[in-house]
Antibody, heavy 122, light 110 residues
Framework: QVQLVQSGEEVKQPGASVKVSCKASDYTFTPYTINWVRQAPGQGLEWIGWISVYNGNTNYAQRLQGRVTMTTDTSTSTAYMELRSLRSDDTAIYYC???????????????WGQGTTVTVSS | QSALTQPASVSGSPGQSITISCTGTSSDVGSHDLVSWYQHRPGKAPKLMIYEDTKRPSGISNRFSGSKSGNTASLTISGLQAEDEADYYCCSYAPTKNLVFGGGTKLTVL
């Protein structure tokens, strides 16, 4: 079935980088945009940014500009989110999610990955 | 502080109806018909419940409905069931900020 499968749990030290992957299956990868969303412990959902698989255009949340990079590999239908200069407040569950198109679920996230826990601790 | 304002918690008894509000501005909620709602249970991925303000994805119970008036969107759950207990988030397209979430509402079924 249509799904997004994310990479496993990560534990990083402050100042390090983390790269989370999100592999799509059972749908055509290219026409869609992949969003990244995170949830810190005890907090709500926070939009991190998105990447258009079709043309590689990205938009990042202002508070993470300069530390986050999103990429895709269309040969493997995989999206990546790299976060650099990690801080303790980056500790969160990170989700990838497919953004709907103008013909279906416009600007809504209809398919979600299972989440990747990233812990930043010394 | 989240861009969209939701009540921190709501509660209801089985069979009752509840409504969760989501207040934004003319720059987000009020700008387009592009508010979506997500159900989030602990340890699970969020689940799309409503999109484009009022539309329900296939497979979502018709007990869930969405509406909007001006800069405030609402999610109504009728015939409340124990399985509806979860956190609910609204999310809106905002031309200058792309996507913004509400702070989330914890629904307790008494």
């Amino acid at each position: 079935q249509v799904q997004l499968v994310q990479s496993g749990e990560e534990v990083k030290q402050p100042g390090a980088s983390v790269k989370v992957s999100c592999k799509a299956s059972d749908y055509t990868f290219t026409p869609y945009t992949i969003n990244w969303v995170r949830q810190a412990p005890g907090q709500g959902l926070e939009w991190i940014g998105w990447i258009s698989v079709y043309n590689g255009n990205t938009n990042y949340a202002q508070r993470l500009q300069g530390r986050v990079t999103m990429t895709t590999d269309t040969s493997t239908s995989t999206a990546y989110m790299e976060l650099r200069s990690l801080r303790s407040d980056d500790t969160a569950i990170y989700y990838c999610a497919r953004l709907g198109t103008a013909t279906s679920y416009y600007y809504a996230m209809d398919v979600w990955g299972q989440g990747t826990t990233v812990t930043v601790s010394s | 502080q989240s861009a969209l304002t939701q009540p921190a918690s709501v509660s209801g008894s089985p069979g009752q109806s509840i409504t969760i509000s989501c207040t934004g501005t003319s720059s987000d909620v009020g700008s387009h018909d592009l508010v979506s709602w997500y159900q989030h249970r602990p340890g699970k991925a969020p689940k799309l419940m409503i999109y484009e303000d009022t539309k329900r994805p296939s497979g979502i119970s018709n007990r869930f409905s969405g509406s909007k008036s001006g800069n405030t969107a609402s999610l109504t759950i009728s015939g409340l069931q124990a399985e509806d207990e979860a956190d609910y988030y609204c999310c809106s397209y905002a031309p200058t900020k792309n996507l913004v979430f509400g702070g989330g509402t914890k629904l307790t079924v008494l």
